[in-house]
Every structure is written in structure tokens, then in C-alpha cells.
């Protein structure tokens, strides 16, 4: 039965040119729908029609989607030295009088500024712009970070529409009626009562996928409930069936889930299933000892109930298919793209429940309230989550959230250190002030960076604030490669590890002072509010607890940012993406072909940035390379705009994510990328000095009310309309405001100055 399914029109409208169906092992419609990519492929050229790997139903993962392969190469860095003259003698550069004091001034000091600006909505976009120009460009790492973001997000969006949407509606339909038949077969008692409140946890979840599908009668009223508190998404509850707080307001579509239908009900569906849980003994708030055993003992047997459903055959598909294979073909995917469940697991209880009962009880055999405590204790010996995120009281602990989730949100580093530093691992300040909230400098510090340490200055007025930052640091600094390039979530991060490293004595100019400092902070920021955009489904979210006509230039081709690693590091990463993809799971050729190329390109900038450290001379294909790298890009991360998971938001790169919520104050930290910002950089090339203009992230991070998370349709009008909080103080050492500076003139303007060189005009 696909009830949810998409019918084959439907499907192949939705699709669009280059979208292929990603069916796992039966496949839940007739077939695969393999269509050929239609139109210009780019640089690549047209991609092989072979289809890869099915990652099938039924085939339990025991091997890693891919293994993680080292592009990096050791390198001395030993660019070019050069001073840059007061008042920019000798400097090639257009538009000598569109420089403004305070540009010339920061060009002089630091070698490069960047500026707002409110013309391009994507990074590419100026770099086609300085090509149409026969301008050099300045390729920076923001600009392959962000392409990255791309294909990794559309991988993501086209598996949970053609692939994940049917299966999780199958499973939970399957779940549903399972559930039910353990209810009508359950002795009176806590098991039948717990098997009841389990057809109401997968009735949520059918109705937010398809609210005319048929659930049982009995469980109406309480379902209901549930779906308006999710819909107002306005307050925490505990008026509900579970009856423990829960934080609706975090059943709000927002990343990249607003763009189509299935992906918004996807969303609600996979939201409810990574979210409630079913814990061991909590510790709720107004509870009694006595009453939170027995709240644990009810909800545990919620979770064996379900360990054991799963372990039936789902109806519906061409061939016979337990629940636990329909499970892992939506569950190991995205272990690969995001990481494991921080809960325990419904395979976790059910090979407990095998040792507690000697083999599969039945469920008159479950009924043994002494096997149940039996069966808890032992539970709480299995491994325990990390990250906190649910409403829990400050006089409790995180022993009180153990338990299982259906399909647990995944532990990842950067929540973890979120959580590590607020309220109640950290105290009152010298105000007496609590540390309710963090910032994403709290990352980028605890992952080595020294200048977000010291931005951070203040915050170690805060109480324990210092000792828990040099733990984490020092945890953070133990994690062994494997482990950072264990799951494509972790090697991103690992990727963005050498920006947060200050440049030696090699570098060139602009490397080497605060400033640039500042600007790489940046861009690891932004970065990171792509990744946490992408992953905000699946990845675990702390909580505090509560309480025309051209010039001519005299160079050709640009410079690219000298940062080997970062591009070695993503080359590594879009590597083990492409391998594992087509290992294991079906996936368009528009994104495995965007995916091998821009792989290729990376190890190019990894070359070319190899080369400019140590003063040797591009040759024309590495020229040519950075030329034309706007058109490329744009191939590499134009989203296709005939799939039904693409919408008019795709557009522009502004996107927000929040990350960490504070119940006590009802709000959540927003961490948000807004228009691409100019970047000016002094280079040498071929012994010249040249301006060179650029593009980098601009950076926002800011509080919201938490009945209020915002989506990337909302972010993207508040910066349309100038009710964008400002970026953070700390970028204004390098970030100069619209009317600073204009480094290159209008294009209405008929000369062009190349101070120093000779004048440069504009050939008709």
C-alpha cells in the first residue's frame, strides 16, 4: 500500500530533467524511473547513463558508505613578499576615484576589504560579473564552500522526496497497524495501555504526512490534539497523550523543507519520529520518585512495543520486507550524510529485550514487571546522549532523557559544545547574569581558533565558562582523523579546521594581520550556518536547561585564496560523497556529475594555491581555471528549477538556521548568511601588484522568540526590506558599509586608471 506515494505522472513531473528515482531495494513504485539529463552539463560534459548502485532493501549495513581518501600534500609556504605604497602607486586596479580614503587606507594597512553590497544574490554571480568584465578575480574558499553546500543539500532534498517520503510513509503505516494489533492482543494493564499510546505516535505521524489517511476512531481526539499544538508551534506542552513538555515550536518547516509540500510534511513526520522520546526515568518536573519510575516503566514499554513491531513485515511492497530493513534504508543514508542517533535505537532494545527474555517474548510473556526493571537497568548501562534537547529542569540530569527514539536526531560535535557552555555547566557571571544562550564563536574556539577565543573575552566573566571552554578544547583537539572523517557532517567540519589557523611568515600581505583573521573566521561562520541550514531535520539541537564594450587588464585570471588544505580537505569531502552515493544509494546524475567535477576543481585550487605560496607562475589552463571560474560555478550550483523540491527561495544564498534553543527566556539563537559581500584583495601576479575583487559570506547571528524560528523565506524578506539585524561588531575590522568604497567604476564610466602602469580605456 503507497498511499503516500507519488503516482508515475505526478513523479516524473516533479523530477524534472536530471532527477533520478532513488528507489531502495523493492521499489515502492513499478520500476525505476531513470531519465537522462537534458541540456548543458558544463565544463564536464554530458555524464554516463549507466545507473549506479541501488542501496537495497533487505541489505544490512555493515561496511562505511565510503572510505575517506587524503588529497593533502605537504607544502612550504613562501609567497612573494611586497609592501603596498601609500596612495597605491604601482598598483593595477580600476576605478582609481571610485576608491574612497577609508578603502585606500584599509588596502594600504591590511592588503584587502570587503563591502556590502546589495546587486548579487549568489557568490558566483560576481565572479561571472568581474569575467564579463574582463576583470581578474579573487576566487575565495566561500565560493567552493558554498558550492559544496549545494550539491550536499540537493542530495538531501532528492532522497527525502523520491526515496525517504514513501518508505517513511510505509513504515509508518505499517508501524501504525502493528501497533494496533499489539493493543488488541495485549493483556489490560500497562503493556495494552502503552501499545495504545504507540497507535497515537504513528497515527501523528501518518496525519502529517496525509491528513485523509484512515486511522483508528479511538485515537482521533488525542491525535488531534497533537496536530494543533504542532500547527500553533507557539508554546511547550504537556497536554498531550505522552503528557511531558514538549517544545512545539519546533515543528515549523524551515531549512530547506519549505520548498515543496512533501518536503514540509516529510519534515513534521521526521521531526515528531527524531524528537519524542521514550525515556528510561525521567525526571519531570512536579514528579515524585515513585511517579517517575512508573512514568519510565510506561514509556520503556512503549519503546519495547515498538522494537518489536519493527520487526514485522511492512504491507504494501512487492516483495516481503521486515520493518527494520525499511528502517535502515531511510536511517543508514543519512548516518552517512549527518552522523549516528545521540539516543538509543529500536535495534539497541530489541537485542535487549532478546537477552532479558531469553528470545522474542510474546506480549502475554511481556507482562513481567520484574524483567521490566531488569530490563531498565541494564538500559541505563548502554551509551547516553550527549546533547541535551528537550525541556528538562535544572535539578535534573541528562540520565532523565535516556531512553529511545524512533529515529533519533544525531549527535554532532558543534551542538555538544553548544550545550557545554550554558546553564548549568556554566554559571552566573560577575553581574550575576546566567549564561543562557551561546554564540557560534563558542565553536570555532572550542575547535582551535585563538581570535575567537579572544573575542570571546568577556563571556569568561562567567562562571566555569573557561574551564568548560579548555575541556572541550581539549576533547575536540583528541578527536583522532577517523573519527573526524567518519560521516560527511564530521569531514566538513574537518575541512573548515584550517581557516581557524593563523598564517605563518609564507603567506602573502593580506594574510597576515588581524584582519584576515577576522575574515576567515567569517568564513568558517558561514560555512557552518550552511551545514547546520542543511541538517536541521537530523541534527540534534542543544537546549539550555530551563530556567559591454571592456577594458583591457595587463593580467589575465586571478588569484585564488592559498588555502591547500581547506581545498584538499573539501576535495576529500566531495570524494567520499560521490563514493558513497554511488555505493549505496541511486541519486541523480546532476548532482554525481556536479560532484566528481567540482572534486577535480578543488585538487586544481589546491595546485594553483600550492603554486602562487611559493612564487611560481600559473600556467594558462590554471589562468583560464580562475577566469572563467563564475560560469563554473554557476554549472556546479545553480539549483535546476523544474523539481518540484527547488523553489524561488533557491535563488539567493541568504539562509538561516536556528541552533540552540533557551526555553527560559523562549527564544533561539538564529545563525544566518545573507548576501554575498565584495571582497578587494592586493596580490602579486607575475611581479605586479593588482586589486582584485572577490566574494565572501556575510555572517549574522542574533536572537528570536522561539514561537517565531525563522525560515529562509522569511530571513531572505527581512533582508529585502533592511529589518536584517547588523553582523556582529567584530567583521567591521575588515567589512566596510555600502558607501566606504567602490573599487572598480561604474560601467557607464568611460575611462579606466591603472595607477602606476599606464591608462586604461575602454575598447568600443
Known amino acids: 500500500m503507497t498511499v503516500l506515494a507519488l503516482d508515475r505522472d505526478t513523479r516524473q513531473k516533479t523530477m524534472g530533467a536530471g532527477i533520478v528515482s532513488m528507489i531502495l531495494a523493492v521499489a515502492l513504485v513499478t520500476g525505476a524511473a531513470w531519465m537522462s539529463l537534458t541540456g548543458n552539463l558544463g565544463p564536464m560534459g554530458p555524464a554516463s547513463s549507466e545507473p549506479p548502485t541501488v542501496f537495497t ?54 592588503g584587502f576589504f570587503a563591502q556590502s553590497q546589495d546587486e ?170 515513585a511517579e517517575s519510575r512508573e512514568r519510565g516503566k510506561n514509556e520503556t514499554a512503549q519503546a519495547i512495543l515498538i522494537a518489536l513491531a519493527l520487526q514485522s513485515e511492512v504491507e504494501g511492497l512487492p516483495t516481503a520486507v521486515p520493518g527494520t530493513d525499511v528502517w535502515d534504508a531511510i536511517y543508514e543514508p543519512t548516518v552517512f550524510f549527518v552522523g ?96 543562557l544562550m551561546p554564540k557560534g564563536l563558542d565553536v570555532m574556539s572550542a575547535f582551535g581558533s585563538e581570535r575567537a577565543w579572544a573575542l570571546l573575552e568577556s563571556e569568561t566573566h562567567y562562571e566555569n565558562y573557561t574551564e568548560q571552554m579548555m575541556k572541550l578544547k581539549s576533547e575536540i583537539d583528541g578527536m583522532p582523523e577517523d573519527e573526524w572523517t567518519s560521516n560527511l557532517y564530521y569531514l566538513w567540519l574537518y575541512s573548515l579546521l584550517p581557516l581557524l589557523a593563523e598564517p605563518t611568515k609564507g603567506y602573502p600581505l593580506f594574510m597576515k594581520n588581524e584582519s584576515w583573521v577576522d575574515k576567515q573566521l567569517m568564513t568558517a561562520l558561514g560555512s557552518w550556518t550552511e551545514l547546520r541550514h542543511d541538517t536541521i531535520l537530523y541534527a540534534k539541537q542543544s537546549y539550555t536547561v530551563t530556567l559591454t564594450a571592456m577594458p583591457s587588464y595587463p593580467v589575465k585570471g586571478g588569484y585564488v585564496e592559498p588555502v591547500p588544505r581547506v581545498y584538499a580537505r573539501l576535495a576529500s569531502l566531495s570524494d567520499m560523497m560521490l563514493r558513497g552515493l554511488e555505493s549505496r544509494v541511486s541519486v541523480s546524475e546532476w548532482i554525481t556529475t556536479r560532484l566528481e567535477s567540482l572534486r577535480d576543481f578543488l585538487l586544481d585550487l589546491q595546485s594553483i594555491s600550492i603554486k602562487e605560496l611559493s612564487g611560481q607562475s600559473l600556467n594558462q589552463t590554471e589562468i583560464d581555471r580562475i577566469q572563467y571560474c563564475g560560469g563554473y560555478l554557476e554549472w556546479v550550483s545553480k539549483m535546476p528549477s523544474d523539481v518540484a523540491w527547488v523553489s524561488e527561495a533557491d535563488e539567493s544564498m541568504a539562509l538561516v538556521a536556528d541552533v540552540h534553543t533557551d526555553p527560559n527566556n523562549q527564544e533561539v539563537l538564529e545563525e544566518a548568511v545573507g548576501n554575498p559581500m565584495f571582497i578587494y584583495v592586493v596580490v602579486p601576479i607575475d611581479g605586479q601588484l593588482v586589486l582584485l575583487r572577490g566574494a565572501t559570506f556575510s555572517y549574522y547571528e542574533f536572537k528570536q522568540p522561539m514561537s517565531e524560528r525563522l525560515t529562509d523565506e522569511a530571513w531572505q524578506s527581512m533582508l529585502e526590506q533592511g529589518d536584517a539585524p547588523d553582523m556582529p561588531d567584530w567583521v567591521f575590522s575588515f567589512v566596510l558599509d555600502n558607501t566606504g568604497a567602490l573599487a572598480f567604476a561604474p560601467i557607464g564610466d568611460s575611462s579606466f586608471l591603472c595607477t602606476g602602469i599606464r591608462d586604461r580605456k575602454r575598447i568600443e
Not at 598598483?91 to 584599509?106: D, T, Y
Not at 549516528?340 to 528470545?359: A, V
Open 57 to 110: 532493501l533487505g541489505e544490512r549495513v555493515s561496511t562505511p558508505f565510503a572510505d575517506y581518501v587524503s588529497f593533502e600534500t605537504d607544502f612550504t609556504a613562501s609567497s612573494p613578499q611586497y609592501a603596498i605604497p601609500t596612495g597605491l602607486a604601482g598598483v593595477i586596479f580600476s576605478g582609481e576615484h571610485g576608491l574612497s580614503s577609508e578603502a585606500k587606507s584599509r588596502i594600504v594597512r591590511d
Open 120 to 289: 548579487y544574490d549568489q557568490i558566483y554571480e560576481v565572479l561571472q560579473a568581474n569575467d564579463d568584465d574582463y576583470r581578474p578575480s579573487f576566487l575565495t574558499s566561500d565560493a567552493v564552500l558554498h558550492a559544496f553546500h549545494v550539491l550536499y543539500d540537493m542530495a538531501l532534498r532528492e532522497m527525502e522526496v523520491v526515496t525517504f517520503w514513501d518508505l517513511l510513509g510505509n513504515l509508518s503505516e505499517s508501524m501504525l497497524w502493528q501497533s494496533y494489533g499489539q493493543y488488541e492482543d495485549a493483556p489490560e494493564g500497562r503493556w495494552r495501555d502503552a501499545a495504545l499510546r504507540n497507535v497515537m505516535f504513528f497515527s501523528v505521524a501518518i496525519r502529517l504526512m496525509d491528513n485523509s489517511s484512515a486511522i483508528p476512531a479511538t485515537v482521533e481526539p488525542e491525535v488531534d490534539v497533537v496536530l494543533n499544538l504542532m500547527e500553533e508551534h507557539s508554546d511547550m506542552s504537556d497536554s498531550w497523550f505522552q503528557h511531558y513538555f514538549e517544545d512545539f515550536t519546533q515543528y515549523v518547516p524551515r531549512g530547506h523543507y519549505t520548498r515543496c509540500e512533501e518536503l514540509e510534511k516529510y519534515f513534521l513526520a521526521m521531526m515528531w519520529f527524531g524528537r519524542i522520546g521514550f525515556r528510561l526515568q525521567p525526571n519531570d518536573i512536579g514528579l515524585s520518585v
Open 340 to 435: 549516528s542517533s545521540d539516543d538509543l535505537t529500536p535495534s539497541e532494545y530489541y537485542n535487549l529485550t532478546l537477552d532479558i527474555w531469553n528470545g522474542e517474548p510474546s506480549l502475554n510473556e511481556l507482562d513481567d514487571e520484574a524483567k521490566l526493571e531488569e530490563f531498565i537497568g541494564d538500559a541505563f548501562e548502554l551509551r547516553r546522549p550527549k546533547i541535551l534537547s528537550s525541556i528538562v529542569n535544572e535539578t535534573g540530569d541528562m540520565s532523565g532523557i535516556m531512553g529511545m527514539r524512533f529515529m533519533g536526531q544525531r549527535f554532532i560535535p558543534d551542538s555538544y559544545i553548544l550545550g557545554q557552555l550554558v546553564y548549568d555547566y556554566v554559571g552566573a557571571n560577575t553581574d550575576g547574569f546566567l549564561r
